[in-house]
Nanobody, 115 residues
Framework: QVQLVESGGGSAQAGGSVGLSCVAL????????VHWYRQAPGKQREWIAT???????NYDDSVRGRFTISRDNANNTVYLQMNTLKPEDTAVYYC?????????WGQGTQVIVSS
């Protein structure tokens, strides 16, 4: 069973920055594709960013240019650096790891952006 443990999050002012981390307890981490999702109050969970084992990335238009996903394969960690935050970025953020045909979720971490 793969475990994903998130950290970071918290509160920020609009225009500020917050960083999230996701550590994967998985021996073949370089094979894992990792996604970040978020779920705002009263809304469905939505995908925002992906990074593959080689470091290739993709972003939803809502965060492209403001958020950066990266990974440190030596430490089994994926990061999400969130800059120029907006109140509409307020959500619970989840990392999702996919490997060997299975999908695993972190517990989620709250980000609140005030105007």
């Amino acid at each position: 069973q793969v475990q994903l443990v998130e950290s970071g999050g918290g509160s920020a002012q609009a225009g500020g920055s917050v960083g999230l981390s996701c550590v994967a307890l998985e021996k073949d981490f370089t094979m894992m594709v990792v996604h970040w999702y978020r779920q705002a109050p009263g809304k469905q969970r939505e995908w925002i960013a992906t990074i593959n084992g080689g470091g290739g990335t993709n972003y939803d238009d809502s965060v492209r240019g403001r958020f950066t996903i990266s990974r440190d394969n030596a430490n089994n960690t994926v990061y999400l650096q969130m800059n120029t935050l907006k109140p509409e970025d307020t959500a619970v953020y989840y990392c999702n790891g996919r490997i060997r045909g299975a999908s695993y979720w972190g517990q989620g971490t709250q980000v609140i952006v005030s105007s």
